[in-house]
């Protein structure tokens, strides 16, 4: 069974740092895409970032771009997103989302198939 937890989230005061962690169970991450997302209070989900780890490539949506850094360990079966210079519209609970391939005529296209329960990330003075 594939399983998600994440842990890692808390408070912390503007231009702090948290780091969220995420561990798997149930399949190895070495090739595997794990993406982070996030929700904020009222409002949907938002993707963060992704890793393809089949191809080392990263991506990361342009609001966290150069303070947000998603990273793995592959010995532990965890992901990690590594949040520095935070602000407080990083409010949010953050998940974990495993990502599988799936061929949509001649295209290659991803989609979640498993999900963390969520971490709460809240950022206030």
């Known amino acids: 069974e594939v399983q998600l937890v994440e842990s890692g989230g808390g408070l912390a005061q503007p231009g702090g740092s948290l780091r969220l962690s995420c561990a798997a169970s149930?399949?190895?991450?070495?090739?595997?895409?794990m993406s982070w997302v996030r929700q904020a209070p009222g409002k949907g989900l938002e993707w963060v970032s992704t890793?393809?780890?089949?191809?080392?490539?990263?991506y990361y949506t342009e609001f966290v771009k150069g303070r947000f850094t998603i990273s793995t360990d592959n010995a532990k079966n965890t992901i990690y997103l590594q949040m520095n210079s935070l602000k407080s519209e990083d409010t949010a609970v953050y998940y974990c989302?495993?990502?599988?391939?799936?061929?949509?005529?001649?295209?290659?296209?991803?989609?979640?198939?498993?999900w963390g329960q969520g971490t709460q990330v809240t950022v206030s003075s």
């Open positions: 890793i393809y780890m089949h191809i080392t490539a990263t």
């Open positions: 989302a495993k990502l599988e391939p799936f061929q949509a005529g001649s295209e290659w296209l991803y989609e979640y198939d498993a």
């Open positions: 149930g399949f190895t991450i070495d090739n595997a895409a």
